[in-house]
């Protein structure tokens, strides 16, 4: 039976209610007395010189307050790039200056040139018309590998290359892979595309900058999922603004997948601009600016090959990828398609020997970083794609010959230098195919094809390393920013806890589901726990969310700051109870004596902390609130396995989802139904990729996808009911709640599931078809068929 709340109930979203009924506050809602708003002139070609920008007409026009060009910026920093990568050969990448407006020259459609201040948003779009640029357009490079040969135009003139970084891991493996692939009994190897995509979240991004000048003091409300490393970023590397003169607030923010991490020029820009002005600076993006300057994710091209003894057993692996950073190294792009994508390709299995190699490559295009999964997806879907290719050419059921490799023994320490501390593949895939009646599948595909269609059904597995810490390593490896968490529990007179924590809830359902862990704690109803976010002017320095860490980091915080509360708490009980405190005793909300039946309520004792007539004060001080800080030692290890049934039109191309099946291992569940809502978006999001999206750009260029005219988003009507379980549970063994991440999981796993599901409904039909590139559209499958 679900419990009625606490850890484990599927307690509705408390969050829901102000969504529903039309009062959230989001960036979009702050308007502030005088403010005025701003208006982006954006490049229209990919790659030019900036000759001239004329800005005379403009500010002569009505309502105009200030116009800015990259001239207004001098001496302002370049946009921060939060992490550093240390390529093969010992030397740093390359790591060019980033202006906040365009300078010298523009670098990708949609960088913005200059930026027009005025009452109204009509009369800045009118006054940006106004502006003449004169740019002498160059060469464009889009393509990764023709930006790496020979006489390729240069993205920025100031750097040896267009090549960022060229990463090898774990290097000194590379002889003995080689050597095992000159041994192998079977080599399948595999040439794939991981597709570039715009994250599209429901709110586009906002960003409004105040400036009291009596104080010297600025405030930026923005659409961040991270406001603390914001204000860092911002404060100390672009404006040069100490800390405690900025206030970053990210209020109720719909949706990031990623794209929200980031610090963004249009950020710096109002902070400025409402200086400069002296008066409130809105700005606020229409989608057709969300899809060239929002950075994109994805967009790697890869060659895969996996060795095979004779026995079927993998003996090593080896990819080569070209990841595309776009024009700038936006803020953790070097560190996706490296740590967070070649320490994964270990996958599920037990391969002994593992070499990846990276180049990073700057184009004429938008930058390029996490998008949800965040380098987990890229390497799940080379691996898992390769592993249903081998399993084809060896004639071998694609589920046993994935069992026979599985990993069995943890903790377990893989080739590409994590160790996995729990697990149970098979536990998952046993429940996978309970869920998806393998036995009928036949019967099934008979039907289909008795209606003129083609039935594939396609598996995959999944390993994703989460909640990214401990901070001591990702310093090692280039992070420059900590990426522990922070929480302060500050406990009311009555008895009511304020929990303020750093950690961000842009669709989660943070406020339910922290509630319900300190709730548990205690002893106490959930409605008596607020949870308060988004503002560093309230809550501790702490590294927002994303990389699913927020309840495995952040929820671990609070664990830590609670169990401060708790044994001051006893301290005071054990006075008004005359006992030991050794012998007190929490449980349901009130503290007891052990063997005894005397006790004292949770709000009896929270009122004496606020008014300390019962005990002495030389032993305990007043009051009831602590902060912690939690720094993890290891990743957690969600896992799992899908499963994609699809119907595939002969005559069109068309491919039908049937039906998708999910189970994963998230370790301890604290809200089932959230953990199953994280999951559908997810899938949604990574049948999306597969099927649907696709952001392209022509050779000079141009971006093709600019609008959901040109790019596919899934509708509801694209997806299936998905059937979701996360009953097989190996708690991780290091945080206090024994949980992983589950936000990314859906998004990692179920692509290569649909196109493995695809290529089987081809080959049940005599087709010779290894692979199809994502989206999986309708004329891409049909030309796959002729």
């Not at 010189?49 to 309502?63: C, F, I």
């Not at 994963?664 to 569940?669: C, E, K, V």
Request: proline letters at 5%.
């Amino acid at each position: 039976m679900p419990k009625d709340g606490g850890i484990g109930a599927s307690s509705k979203r408390r969050e829901d209610v102000r969504f529903l009924t039309g009062v959230g506050n989001y960036t979009d809602d702050i308007d502030i007395h005088g403010q005025a708003h701003v208006f982006f002139l954006r490049s229209d070609v990919a790659h030019g010189t900036l000759n001239a920008v004329d800005t005379s007409a403009a500010e002569a026009m009505p309502g105009v307050v200030k116009v800015f060009t990259g001239a207004d910026f001098e001496g302002v920093g370049s946009i921060p790039c939060g992490w550093q990568v240390t390529d093969k050969h010992g030397e740093v990448m390359q790591e060019p200056a980033h202006p906040v407006l365009a300078k010298g020259k523009v670098r990708h459609v949609g960088e913005p040139i200059a930026a027009v201040v005025a009452e109204t948003l009509e009369q800045a779009r009118d006054a940006a018309e106004a502006i003449n640029v004169d740019i002498a357009e160059l060469p464009a490079v889009v393509d990764m590998k023709a930006a790496l040969a020979d006489g390729a135009p240069k993205v920025h003139d100031d750097l040896t290359s267009n090549l960022c970084y060229d990463w090898g891991f774990v290097e000194e493996n590379k002889d003995a892979v080689n050597k095992a692939f000159e041994e192998a009994a079977h080599v399948t190897s595999l040439e794939l595309v991981n597709n570039r995509l715009v994250a599209n979240p429901m709110e586009p991004r906002v960003a409004v900058g105040d400036y009291s000048r009596g104080t010297d003091e600025h405030t930026l409300f923005t659409t961040s999922q991270n406001p603390h490393v914001i204000r860092l970023l911002m404060g100390a590397f672009v404006l040069g603004i100490p800390e405690h003169k900025l206030r970053v607030v990210a209020p109720d923010v719909g949706g990031g997948f990623g794209t929200k991490i980031f610090h963004y020029q249009e950020e710096a820009f109002v902070t400025f601009a409402a200086k400069a002005c002296n008066r409130p600076v809105k700005w606020t993006s229409s989608r057709t600016e969300a899809f060239m300057s929002d950075a994109h994710g994805r967009d790697h091209v890869t060659k895969i090959e996996l060795a095979l003894d004779k026995d079927n057993n993998f003996t090593a692996l080896r990819t080569d990828t070209h990841a595309n950073m776009g024009a700038y190294l936006s803020t953790f792009a070097p560190s996706v398609p490296t740590w967070l994508h070649g320490t994964l390709m270990a996958g599920n299995y037990k391969t002994p020997l593992i070499y990846v190699n990276v180049k990073a490559v700057f184009t004429n295009t938008v930058p390029v970083d996490a998008y949800r999964g965040a380098g987990r997806p890229e390497a799940t879907f080379q691996l898992e794609r390769v592993v249903d290719k081998a399993a084809r050419e060896l004639g071998v059921d694609p589920i046993a010959l994935r069992r026979q490799n599985f990993i069995t023994e943890f903790p377990y320490a893989t080739p590409v230098a994590v160790e996995y501390d729990t697990g149970d593949y098979h536990a998952t895939m046993d429940k996978l195919e309970e869920m998806i009646d393998l036995s009928g599948f036949e019967a099934r595909r008979k039907a289909s094809e008795a209606n003129g269609k083609l039935r594939g059904v396609g598996v995959n597995c999944y390993i994703e390393a989460c909640g990214i810490a401990p901070s001591n390593l990702v310093g090692q490896l280039g992070a420059r920013a900590g990426l522990y968490e922070s929480a302060t529990v500050r406990v009311n007179a009555t008895g009511g806890l304020v929990v303020m924590t750093g950690s961000h809830s842009h669709g989660q359902g943070h406020e339910t589901s922290f509630a319900q862990v300190v709730a548990e704690m205690i002893g106490i109803d959930e409605n008596m726990v607020e949870i308060v976010h988004g503002d560093t002017s309230k809550v501790p320095m702490g590294m927002g969310t994303y990389g699913s860490r927020s309840i495995a980091v952040g929820g671990s915080a609070m664990v830590r700051a609670t169990e401060k509360i708790i044994n001051k708490a006893k301290k005071i009980a054990s006075h008004l109870l005359e006992a030991s405190e050794s012998d007190i005793e929490l449980k349901d909300g009130a503290f007891s004596v052990a063997g005894t039946d005397k006790s004292v309520a949770w709000g009896d004792v929270t009122l004496a902390a606020y008014v300390p007539h019962n005990y002495p004060l030389e032993d305990i001080e007043p009051g009831l609130e602590e902060t912690a800080f939690y720094d993890p030692s290891n990743f957690t290890y969600p896992s799992g396995a899908y499963a994609c049934e699809v119907e595939v039109d002969p005559d069109t191309g068309k491919v039908t989802i049937e039906s998708f099946a999910a189970a994963d291992d998230f370790g301890n569940i604290i809200n089932p139904m959230i953990v199953t809502g994280q999951v559908h978006g997810g899938l949604a999001q990574g049948i999306g990729q597969a099927l649907l999206e696709n952001c392209a750009y022509d050779d000079n260029g141009q971006l093709l996808s600019g609008s959901y005219m040109d790019y596919a988003m899934p509708r509801a009507d694209d997806l299936p009911m998905f059937d979701v379980d996360h009953s097989c549970q190996t708690p991780c063994t290091h945080n206090p709640l024994g949980v992983k991440g589950c936000g990314e999981a859906g998004a990692i796993g179920s692509p290569p599931a649909v196109v493995n599901a695809v290529v089987d409904a081809l080959r049940s039909a005599g087709k010779d078809v290894t692979h199809i590139d994502m989206p999986l559209s309708p004329d891409r499958v049909w030309a796959a068929m002729q």
